[in-house]
């Protein structure tokens, strides 16, 4: 029995190297000398199988995987750093270029994710095709960008950056364009009419309607094809056509309640009607 352990002891000082000693009371291998590329050396199957002392900084090297046994980690200074299923607390800058499905996850600073989506940390907007956003969200497309927001504080934004039209749309259809001057169209003359309802008053042109009244215009108005338009007497000059009507903005006792366009023309014939008693 004793000489198979002095056997053992003896294989394994030859394995590490000459010059090395074995305490066989703590079972600690001390080299004198030069200390680096020496370690444990595996020979006999295969490639030879390392574990060594290297230098440039101060290491181990393993020529083999490590396999810890199972619920077991591997710590820094007593903290643990890395274990089966987690990273430790006390990592905080890594360089992953691939995850799998992400939980949850926090970011504290800009964000760029492939080159598409940028998030400013300094200006807090948030831009998808484009590194400059000019408002809390941008979406930028074909040189067009559209922007959510706010406005001086005070109110919500939406709408296009530069000079571009602006088309709402359900069903893959535009039911609301805005031009780039302002003009605005409700519906697509491409396909059927829209009904548009208005659940309230309506105005138009007038900065305090009148709450008497559904609708407040504050010019004339076309209705049937036909002109109507306030006045203290008929039409001078322009072109008119038949049935257009102008009321008499002053009407008294004895006068009409306005004119009626009996022919086109230019200005066209005007007969007064309505004579007030």
């Not at 299923?85 to 939980?103: A, F, P």
């Not at 907007?125 to 809390?136: D, F, H, S, V, W």
């Amino acid at each position: 029995m004793d000489n198979s352990i002095d056997q053992a002891i003896d294989a394994l000082k030859h394995a590490l190297n000459e010059g090395s000693t074995a305490g066989t009371q703590d079972s600690s291998f001390k080299f004198g000398g030069k200390v680096y590329n020496k370690g444990l050396l595996w020979t006999g199957q295969g490639n030879t199988k390392q574990f060594l002392l290297q230098d440039g900084p101060d290491r181990f090297f393993s020529s083999e995987n490590v396999d810890l046994s199972k619920e077991k980690y591997y710590s820094i200074n007593k903290v643990k750093v890395l274990d089966q299923t987690e990273l430790g607390t006390s990592v905080v800058k890594s360089n992953l270029k691939q995850v799998g499905t992400l939980r949850g996850l926090n970011i504290d600073g800009s964000l760029r994710v492939n080159q598409y989506m940028v998030f400013d940390e300094h200006t807090d907007r948030l831009g998808l095709g484009t590194e400059e956003p000019n408002a809390a969200l941008s979406v930028a497309e074909d040189g067009i960008e559209v922007i959510i927001g706010t406005e001086e504080f005070t109110s919500g934004v939406v709408g296009t950056f530069a000079s571009h039209d602006l088309h709402l749309k359900t069903d893959n259809t535009t039911r609301i364009s805005i031009g780039a001057g302002g003009n605005i169209d409700l519906g697509n003359k491409n396909h059927a009419p829209i009904q548009a309802s208005v659940h309230g008053k309506l105005s138009i042109g007038v900065n305090n309607p009148d709450t008497n009244v559904d609708l407040h215009v504050r010019g004339n108005i076309k209705f049937a094809n036909r002109t109507h338009m306030v006045d203290s007497q008929p039409p001078q000059g322009g072109s008119w056509n038949q049935g257009d009507i102008v009321w008499n903005q002053s009407p008294e006792q004895r006068k009409h309640v306005g004119w009626v366009c009996t022919k086109s023309g230019n200005p066209g014939v005007w007969n007064p009607f309505g004579e007030i008693n």
